[in-house]
């Protein structure tokens, strides 16, 4: 069963705005990664947080993960037309699981 | 220099035919893994290996076999293919079964089911 859901499905934004994606899982976890998917391509890693970790840092994302609420944030800041594309959360027990992505537009 | 790598990138066939899916990884890890995306976008995992063993096999119609001749290779035989097997699938790896192993994604193999 699918483990992690991305909220909103779908973000518009104009070039320089910041992108905020949402994710929430249901079971207990070791870590939680985030990926991205361009259109047609597979998907890249960007970014892993431990589940003893609450924020995360790389270049322009900013990660923060409540294991309380379990659920977890992906911001982009500055974003680019090239950060269009579809973003994953996935959660990691005894194996990785998948939510089905936020689609992030970004407008030049 | 592709790290992990799919054949075909597109494949059209018939409803009851047989196909298999190549995927091939360079970077020498020990973990492969066969994922199913749907038009949804799920992307749900199917199989793992591990050195050649299985280890995670979900609930996939047993028409569905992975095989794995070598840690550098692990290709997916569909037998009987029904209009629901129609979807894009990826092949992964890591370094190891480890959970902070990351996964290194193929291109997809877009299968279309007539």
């Known amino acids: 069963s699918q483990q992690g859901e991305e909220d909103p499905q779908a973000l518009s934004i104009q070039e320089g705005e910041n992108a905020t994606m949402n994710c929430s899982y249901k079971?207990?976890?070791?870590?939680l990664q985030w990926y991205r998917q361009n259109s047609g391509r597979g998907l890249v890693h960007l970014i892993l947080?431990?589940?003893?970790?609450r924020e995360k840092h790389s270049g322009r994302l900013r990660v923060t993960l409540d294991t309380s609420k379990k659920s977890s944030s992906l911001l982009i800041t500055a974003s680019r037309a090239a950060d269009t594309a579809s973003y994953f959360c996935?959660?990691?027990?005894?194996?990785?699981?998948f939510g089905a992505g936020t689609r992030l537009t970004v407008k030049p | 220099d592709t790290a992990v790598s799919q054949t075909p990138k597109y494949l059209v066939t018939q409803m009851g035919n047989d196909k298999s899916i190549k995927c091939e990884q360079n970077?020498?890890?020990?973990?492969m893994y066969w994922y199913k995306q749907d038009s949804k976008k799920f992307l749900k995992i199917m199989f793992s290996?591990?050195?050649?063993?299985?280890?995670i096999n979900e609930t996939v119609p047993n028409r569905f076999s992975p095989k794995s001749p070598d840690k550098a290779h692990l290709n997916l035989h569909i037998n009987s293919l029904e209009l629901g097997d129609s979807a894009v699938y990826f092949c992964?790896?890591?370094?190891?079964?480890?959970?902070?192993?990351?996964?290194?994604f193929g291109p997809g193999t877009r299968l279309t089911v007539l």
């Open positions: 996935a959660t990691r027990n005894n194996d990785m699981r």
């Open positions: 079971t207990s976890i070791n870590n």
């Open positions: 947080i431990r589940s003893n970790e």
């Open positions: 970077l020498g890890h020990d973990t």
């Open positions: 290996y591990n050195n050649k063993e299985l280890i």
């Open positions: 992964a790896s890591s370094l190891g079964t480890s959970g902070i192993d990351t996964q290194y």
